[in-house]
């Protein structure tokens, strides 16, 4: 994660007082993955080298959420929000209970990286947010229900691949809100 945020600038260790530049509460950041664990990392790293110029732009901007922490909360939101996924939905057998719009969404674009990918635009549409409202911390939770809004609004509309959502969420969404 740390060489693809600051690939110029050597980690000077794996707990270091560097994690908290990049969002992290602390100076050892595995301490922040343990309500997401290593699906939380994974989000991370990913959109970190996937979308290398945006994640530069939204640390060096210096806003007022943390990047790391809020980058978890994207993941946690990905999953309980949109794919529905809690405790108990994992100890049901396959039935109506899994079938949240955002599961089938995953099941049509069979797309290895659907995930990681909804998860970017999550973060990035948050982000626009987030800047657009001049928004503070006491403000997480409204930009979080409208993002909830906008994405059932686009699933809606039973989008058919991964290509085919980004440009909806890039097009319709974010530039709608700035």
Not at 25 to 34: E, V
């Amino acid at each position: 994660l740390w060489s693809a945020i600051s690939p110029d600038e050597p980690l000077s260790g794996r707990i270091s007082p560097q994690w908290k530049r990049i969002g992290f509460q602390g100076t050892d950041p595995a301490t922040d993955f343990r309500g997401m664990g290593l699906l939380g990392l994974q989000n991370l790293v990913y959109f970190a080298q996937h979308y290398p110029e945006q994640v530069r732009a939204m640390i060096q901007a210096d806003r007022s959420y943390p990047f790391a922490s809020s980058g978890i909360n994207m993941t946690h939101l990905t999953l309980t929000k949109f794919l529905k996924v809690t405790e108990a939905l994992i100890q049901q057998p396959a039935g109506p209970v899994w079938e949240s719009p955002m599961l089938l969404f995953f099941a049509r674009a069979r797309d290895k990286v659907a995930f990681e990918e909804v998860y970017c635009q999550i973060f990035l549409l948050f982000d626009a947010l987030w800047q657009h409202q001049a928004a503070g911390y006491m403000d997480f939770s409204t930009i979080i229900t409208t993002i909830e809004r906008e994405f059932d609004r686009l699933l809606s509309r039973l989008p058919l691949t991964i290509d085919q959502f980004r440009v909806w969420v890039q097009q319709e969404v974010i530039l709608s809100v700035v």
